[in-house]
């Protein structure tokens, strides 16, 4: 691993980050410039969101290029607590229920989206209309089958930046891990069927 330097304050972040979440934050900043994804795999409880924030608030999404957090319907109101809390220059839309938008430019409205992974999928056509800044998939072990419909929609995003954040990213099979690598960094770890020659489980 490459050294980690002292990590600078983030500006707007309404928290002091612990040594270890200020270090994940500048490595993860520093590692996504040159290649687009990486997974975020903390145990529960070390921050994983505040985290996620503060990378968003170094490289800020706009309304017309949104960050895309998707995550269960059970984390969407601590998710928009969190950003409220420590990110609260940051604006935040939530997507669901009868009244989400029904065009890709209902989307851009805030600078982050929040929705489900079944209101992701199910919407799937507006999702692609826009190019996200950020796509966060949160408890990402959601995308570790690759042949699913989810992990194929979710994949077909357009996004500059992909961080699927996860405690357990190996739940079954090493197949889990390809998925979740794929879909940060597509291609990193070569053809699926390549990878389930070389590294049968």
Known sequence: ASEVVDAPPVCGLNATLFPYQAQGVEWMHRTIDHTGGLI?????GLGKTIQIIALMLITRPS????????????LITNWRNE????????????HRGPQRAGTARGLQRAQVVLATYETVVSDIAIFSGVTWSWLICD?????KNPDSAR????ASIPRRRTIPVTGTPVETSLLNLWSLVDLAVPGLLGKRSEFEAEFPD
């Open 83 to 94: 950003i409220l809390k420590f990110g609260p220059e940051l604006s935040v839309l939530i």
């Open 151 to 154: 992990r194929k929609a979710i």
């Open 63 to 74: 309304n017309d290029d949104p960050a895309l957090i998707i995550c269960p319907t059970s």
């Open 139 to 143: 408890e990402a072990q959601a995308l």
């Open 40 to 44: 975020l795999a903390d145990e529960m």
